[in-house]
Every structure is written in structure tokens, then in C-alpha cells.
């Protein structure tokens, strides 16, 4: 074989080598733009705790920048606080001893303690907030989206295998409104009713799917009621621990209402101010409701996970 026949062949082999590359190289790129599971997380109480309190600090400063435009110093104490110091400082002013008494004696010896009784030590947890009242769903407060926790939202996940792997297709809207009521300690009421022509997908070539597979045109909303009250460990509540508690109602989707229990997770974050995780497992039939497909979907389960996110205010 002479070198040029030589050179040609290693040429060949390094062009279908420098091929090859490419394509695998776009075959990736392909994946992790269209079909890598980029799912968000699960609804979680550290993720919903810690958007909240990030969230409560933006309004402050919001507040507080407002407050500079507008020429007040936020840090300045109103009139009324320094005249309340004043008069603190007035009762803490030492007094003057009494130059007739100078010659009395004063007996400075502590009075003995052996034969009184301990003082009864109790455990104080702290006091966050108030947990009995109505507690409405905040439906304005924070910025929903796919990329943090922040708001209220809910919505579901369902896992799907498309031809290429398997992924979690997540569907999810902000527009929740409703309220809870706790009375003597009890969860008495609740109903939360979620728009569901609201609903977006964290992949957008599944929303057209997901409208006719609710068939959100014509069923509009989906609605949760409490049917069965609760006892609630209150005082767990208002010490600002999570409280974990099961509560049972009627679900109703596509219009067609089944009961349901959703697990649930409920903290007070400051006075008023409360976040309530949840979620359930559902069969889609039993709603009425049938899995869309696909040609890239190979399989779609049979059931999902409903789930939310709700800040409460109470007043």
C-alpha cells in the first residue's frame, strides 16, 4: 500500500472519528435541553420556611427604603417610644438617702433559705403566635415560579418514561385562595380552591396536554373542603415548630369530588403569619381524569402526587 493510499485511510478515520464526536455531542445537548428531568423539588417545609423568611426580610427593607424616600428614618424613634424612655428613666433614677437615718443600722444579711421551698422549674417553650383565629391564603405575597418556594401555589407530579429515560412532569399554578379555621384548638373549617386554568408545566409543550386532560375549560376550578375536625397540638403551633397532622375531606376535580387525605405540615413563622405544606397521592381515573399521551411518551403512572404550598395571615 503506498503512503498516500496510507494517509488517505488515517484521514478517513479521524473525519468519521471528528463525526462521531459531534454527534454524540448534540445528541447531549438535545437531552439537556429538552428531555433532562429538571423537575422541581417536592413541596417541603425547610424550602417553604426558608423562601418565607427571605421574603418577609424583602418586604422590610422594601419598607424601610420607603420610608427613606419619603424622608423618614426608619431607625429614628417615634415620639411616642422616647417619651416612654423618659419616664423609664425617671423610675430608675436612684433615690437620695435620708440624712436622718444616716446612724441606723441596717441589717444586710440575705434571710435564710433552708426552710423555704424550691421554686417549681417548668419548661417555657417559646411564643411565636396565636394559633386559633381564620387563617385566609395569601395569594399575593411572594413571586410563584419553578426556580424557588416562594408563595402560594399548588398543583401536581406524576412520573412519565419517554423514550429516551424517565422524568417527573410537574404542573403548578399561584392561583390559590381559601381559608382555615381553628377553633378551641380544633380545625374546624378549611376549603381551598385552586384555579386551574392557571396551571403551567415546567416543561411548556405539556400545557396544551395538561388543559384537555383536566379539561379545565370547562371545569375551571378544583376545591378541597375539611369534612372531618381535627384536634390540633396547639401549643406545638405557637411555639413556631412544625406541627405534622393527617386531615380528611373531600376533593373535587374534573367534577368529580372523591375523599381524600391530605398529610400536612404547619408552622407559624412570626405572629399571623403562618406556611402549610401538603400532599396526597390520587389515582387519575378516579377523577376521571386520563394521562395524555405522546409519541416520545412511552408510559404515564397511573396516579400522582397532589400538593401545596399555602402562606396564611390571620389577624
Known amino acids: 500500500m503506498s503512503r498516500s493510499s496510507r494517509g488517505d485511510g488515517m484521514n478517513k478515520k479521524w473525519l468519521i472519528t471528528g463525526v462521531l464526536v ?4 448534540l445528541v447531549a445537548a438535545i437531552w439537556l435541553l429538552f428531555f433532562r428531568d429538571d423537575a422541581p423539588e417536592a413541596v417541603s417545609t425547610e424550602a417553604g420556611l426558608e423562601q418565607l423568611q427571605q421574603d418577609l426580610a424583602a418586604d422590610d427593607q422594601d419598607d424601610a427604603d420607603s420610608q427613606l424616600d419619603e424622608g423618614a428614618d426608619p431607625d429614628a424613634p417615634d415620639a411616642e417610644d422616647t417619651d416612654t424612655a423618659d419616664a423609664h428613666a425617671e423610675d430608675a433614677a436612684p433615690e437620695i438617702a435620708d440624712p436622718g437615718n444616716a446612724g441606723t443600722e441596717v441589717d444586710d444579711e440575705p434571710e435564710s433559705t433552708e426552710d423555704q421551698d424550691p421554686e417549681p422549674t417548668v419548661e417555657q417553650r417559646p411564643f411565636v403566635g396565636a394559633a386559633n383565629g381564620v387563617w385566609t391564603v395569601d395569594d399575593e405575597f411572594g413571586d410563584f415560579d419553578f426556580d424557588t418556594a416562594s408563595g402560594s401555589f399548588a398543583g401536581f407530579r406524576v412520573a412519565e418514561e419517554l423514550t429516551v429515560g424517565k422524568v417527573t412532569a410537574v404542573g ?19 376549603e381551598i380552591t385552586v384555579d386551574m386554568t392557571t396551571i403551567v408545566s415546567n416543561d411548556a409543550r405539556r400545557e396544551h396536554a395538561i388543559v384537555n386532560a383536566l379539561d379545565s375549560r370547562n371545569f375551571p376550578t378544583a376545591v378541597f373542603t375539611l369534612t372531618e375536625p381535627m384536634p390540633l397540638d396547639t401549643e406545638t403551633l405557637e411555639s413556631g415548630s412544625t406541627l405534622k397532622v393527617d386531615v ?12 381524600v387525605t391530605f398529610s400536612l405540615q404547619a408552622t407559624i413563622a412570626e405572629a399571623g403569619i403562618g406556611l402549610i405544606i ?20 412511552v408510559s404515564v403512572e397511573d396516579r400522582g402526587i397532589v400538593e401545596f404550598q399555602l402562606i396564611v395571615r390571620t389577624s
Open 22 to 25: 459531534v454527534l454524540a455531542a
Open 172 to 190: 403548578r399554578t399561584g392561583g390559590v385562595t381559601g381559608s382555615l379555621t381553628i377553633e378551641d384548638g380544633n380545625l374546624v373549617a378549611a
Open 248 to 259: 380528611v375531606g373531600d376533593l373535587t376535580v374534573k367534577g368529580t369530588t372523591n375523599q
Open 278 to 297: 401538603g400532599s396526597t397521592e390520587i389515582v387519575w381515573q378516579d377523577f376521571g381524569v386520563t394521562p395524555p399521551r405522546a409519541p416520545i411518551v
